[in-house]
């Protein structure tokens, strides 16, 4: 865990670099609704694993005292998810990491991805987002990030569960439906079989066949469409 400033606010983060590279390229990590737990800490270790500079910025900062996690909905905005991933970008960039970063996500971190790639589609290469049910639901001001696609210049990756309820397969059907309209580059694969966390495997619903696809398929995306010499 490392200090992180967000604005005029001190939040923390849980970050990992790789060993043995001296500009490694980056990932942002949106976390799940469990926030920085056991599998938040495993995904940015098995990032750095893979060669990248990982960092989860702790969402949560925005809770009073004595909230918790599950009255989120109270406290969190799109609108402060962005400065959240403005400050890790910028600490990102402290490490001199190479070529722009990617921003991934689970469950809220899912649909907090689409939000923060159409809110700042300048500063990333990438997203990869799982099971982020809620696309077509404000969380503050701003409309909802389905409904901002249209600012979509990254290529983005969905994976989903078909026995997903939230998000239901009609919703990101609605979804590929709405960048498919919009001429937007992505891809969308769901697992048969495979419930809402499927890839948690610290979580009752890990299906380790779901999980093992979509994260080599993930990691091959963002080696794709990072443009940085080690993985050209």
């Not at 949106?30 to 702790?58: M, N, Q, Y």
């Not at 923060?116 to 077509?136: E, K, N, Q």
């Not at 969380?139 to 409904?147: V, Y």
């Not at 619903?205 to 080696?223: G, I, T």
């Amino acid at each position: 865990m490392i200090p992180l400033q967000i604005g005029s606010t001190k939040a923390q983060a849980y970050v990992a670099l790789p060993p043995g590279q001296a500009r490694a390229p980056g990932v942002v990590v949106s976390f799940h609704k469990d926030g920085i737990d056991d599998f938040t800490r495993w995904l940015v270790d098995e990032l750095a694993g893979d060669g990248f500079a990982a960092i989860a910025p702790d969402h949560f900062h925005v809770l009073p005292p004595g909230k918790g996690p599950d009255e989120r909905r109270d406290y969190m905005t799109d609108e402060q998810l962005a400065l959240d991933f403005r400050a890790a970008v910028d600490w990102l960039k402290s490490k001199n990491i190479a070529g722009k970063p990617a921003l991934i996500g689970h469950c809220m971190g899912g649909r907090a991805t689409l939000m923060g790639l159409v809110a700042d589609p300048d500063i990333w290469s990438c997203g990869c987002m799982w099971y982020g049910g809620g696309v077509f639901r404000k969380m503050g001001k701003a409309s909802p990030p389905a409904e901002l696609a249209g600012a979509l210049t990254v290529p983005v990756v969905s994976f989903n569960g078909s026995e997903d309820t939230h998000p239901s397969p009609e919703e990101m059907g609605k979804l590929d439906a709405r960048l498919n309209e919009l001429a937007k580059p992505h891809e969308f694969h769901r697992y048969q079989g495979a419930d809402h966390g499927f890839m948690n495997k610290f979580g009752d619903a890990y299906d380790v066949a779901a999980h093992k696809d979509s994260w080599a398929k993930a990691v091959a995306f963002m080696r794709r469409h990072i443009a940085v010499p080690q993985f050209s």
